[in-house]
């Protein structure tokens, strides 16, 4: 490193480079990053310069992306681009100021709330969604555009779907802990779908994701064995097999549930309903209990009222958002 004057004790030296472990202050928190640092041989002082700064402050940003599961800025410039739409365009379908996501992918850390808005669209029928009640927002010639390739992507998300089996949705995660010591089986998800949407009735997707969570960690409780063997998340409104979408899509397309609209004051939401009768051969008595008091405990609660108890799990109160949970938390689970 050249001579220099440092700030400390005004002596011209020449510098040591060292790394030092410090808490970086950052507007939306605090990380604990291995920092760059200049050290003076003459007074022990030290300091950072402008290339350090921003080597600290890069490294400092993106820990906490990683600890927050925040999108990086060229995720956020990929799903824009998927769409085919300019940053001003896709702000004003979002409602958001028109600077917002140029700020986002030059590395701006964003607000939680649109982290999820984002992670959200990457599902082209989501975008459907947001353009039918959002369309005012956009020109005519950009909304028909933007329609065109909406459509697109939701037949090559379907198709690349079909094209994957969807009993390997989990072949990255080895059986145990992560899957209750089961590989997933399709078929013992989809009948035990099946089986509690019979027994409780039509639900709002969102009270029904909950089910095979109870009902998996309820059977390793009790056997130390999942039923399905399906992986669990940490999401916004609660415990939720990993890969919902795609399981949620296989239910409709292959005539197992019914999703409709449901609409009630002050909004609205997709609820489904059983269509086929349940095959329950694959289960044991013990398991066709716990399918019975899981349907049983939570008939005729409303979405929120679930979404609120499934909130209070340890399982839940442990993880963080995305997080997939560990079958260890079944000992926990509020239901015995």
């Keep these: 490193m050249p001579e220099s004057l440092c700030p400390h004790c005004d002596e011209v030296v020449e510098f040591e480079s060292i790394s030092q472990n410090e808490e970086y202050p950052l507007k939306k928190g605090r990380v604990e990053i291995s920092a760059q ?29 990683k600890q927050n599961n925040l999108l990086f800025p060229h995720e956020i410039a990929s799903i824009r681009k998927k769409y085919g739409l300019s940053q001003r365009q896709l702000c004003a379908l979002l409602g958001w100021s028109p600077a917002t996501l140029s700020s986002y992918e030059n590395n701006k850390i964003q607000e939680q709330a649109h982290n999820q808005v984002l992670l959200f669209l990457r599902e082209a029928w989501n975008m459907k969604r947001l353009l039918e009640v959002q369309r005012k927002n956009l020109y005519d010639k950009v909304a028909a555009k933007l329609e065109k390739r909406v459509e697109e992507l939701i037949v090559e998300e379907r198709e690349s779907l079909e094209r994957h089996q969807l009993n390997s949705i989990y072949e990255d995660i080895p059986v145990g802990i992560m899957t209750g010591n089961r590989s997933f089986d399709l078929r013992r998800f989809v009948q035990a779908a099946v089986y509690m949407l ?22 390793f409780k009790r056997y130390n064995n999942s039923i399905t063997g399906a992986v669990y998340a940490h999401l916004l409104h609660g415990p939720v097999p990993d890969q919902f979408l795609c399981l949620i899509d296989f239910l409709e397309r292959e005539g197992h549930v019914e999703v409709s609209v449901r609409e009630f004051e002050g909004g609205g939401g997709e609820v489904l309903t059983a269509i086929t009768t349940p095959d329950t051969d694959c289960f044991s008595r013990e398991e066709i209990r716990i399918l019975d008091k899981v349907a049983d405990k939570f008939k005729g ?5 679930t979404r609120d108890y499934s909130h209070d799990e340890v399982a839940y109160k442990e993880t963080e958002l995305s997080e997939k949970i560990s079958y260890e938390f079944a000992k926990e689970l509020r239901i015995d």
Excluded at 203 to 210: D, R, V, Y
Excluded at 301 to 305: D, F, L
């Design 301 to 305: 609660r409303s979405a929120k009222w």
């Design 198 to 219: 019979k027994r409780s009735g039509p639900e709002f997707k969102t009270k029904f994701l909950k089910l095979p969570f109870y009902a998996d960690f309820l059977s």
């Design 37 to 65: 640092l200049s050290k003076c041989p003459a007074c022990g002082g030290t300091f950072t310069d402008m290339m350090q700064e921003e080597f600290n402050y890069g490294l400092a940003v993106e820990l906490f992306r």
